[in-house]
């Protein structure tokens, strides 16, 4: 199985500043990686996919970058509404497997 | 507008059953797979099961295989999920999503609102 390790867990910040989301996979997944947000009690949203494609309606704050096995998600300038969780996941191979989350918190 | 709508979670006592559905909308039904996700109370999220968008392939974590099985139904656009021997750990909301195909790499582009399953005695 392919192991998708988020850092960091947890990320304190102010709007307007510039955020990074790292997620490292065990193994290549070529660009097959997704980005979602999610907010408490809702299901989790499609940011980006093929590691760097904006999700038509997102907003172009949000992009992602990477391949084979490192990758991260930049928020250029965080809004009041990016409060919330991310996930990355894998869609390479089965069994498809997401990434532990980063809590994106208030500073 | 395409819309997915979880139903049948609950409350179940340990090696009991449930089934769950999910009804869809907005879309042209069989010409996608659809796939369960589970989020344990407080915890991120893990993929359950896929179902190709005519039904002959399906695919399983290891953690529910042999216990849950993936279904659908085209004629009456709808996705099911039957949960047998149930366990505390399978305690979830659990989200249908739909995905373009279920052999061609593609992310989870809608998801429903999500239907808790409560294993307890």
């Known amino acids: 199985d392919i192991q998708m390790t988020q850092s960091p867990s947890t990320l304190s910040a102010s709007v307007g500043d510039r955020v990074t989301i790292t997620c490292r996979a065990s193994?290549?997944?070529?660009?097959?990686l997704a980005w979602y947000q999610q907010k408490p009690g809702k299901a989790p949203n499609l940011l980006i996919y093929?590691?760097?494609s904006l999700e038509s309606g997102v907003p172009s704050r949000f992009s992602g970058s990477g391949s084979g096995t490192e990758f991260t998600l930049t928020i250029s300038s965080l809004q009041p509404d990016d409060f919330a969780t991310y996930y990355c996941?894998?869609?390479?191979?089965?069994?498809?497997?997401f990434g532990g989350g980063t809590k994106v918190e208030i500073k | 507008e395409v819309q997915l709508l979880e139903s049948g979670g609950g409350l179940v006592q340990p090696g009991g059953s449930l089934r769950l559905s999910c009804a869809a909308s907005?879309?042209?039904?069989?010409?996608?797979?659809m796939s369960w996700v589970r989020q344990a109370p407080g915890k991120g999220l893990e993929w359950v099961s896929v179902?190709?968008?005519?039904?002959?392939?399906?695919y399983y974590a290891d953690s529910v295989k042999g216990r849950f099985t993936i279904s659908r139904d085209n004629s009456n656009n709808a996705l099911y999920l039957q949960m047998n021997s149930l366990r505390a750990e399978d305690t979830a909301v659990y989200y249908c999503?739909?995905?373009?195909?279920?052999?061609?790499?593609?992310?989870?582009?809608?998801w429903g609102q999500g239907t808790l399953v409560t294993v307890s005695s």
């Open positions: 179902i190709s968008n005519g039904g002959a392939t399906t």
């Open positions: 996941q894998q869609y390479n191979s089965y069994p498809l497997t």
């Open positions: 193994q290549s997944i070529s660009s097959w």
């Open positions: 999503a739909r995905r373009t195909a279920v052999n061609t790499p593609a992310p989870f582009d809608y």
């Open positions: 907005g879309f042209t039904f069989s010409g996608y797979a």
């Open positions: 093929k590691a760097s």
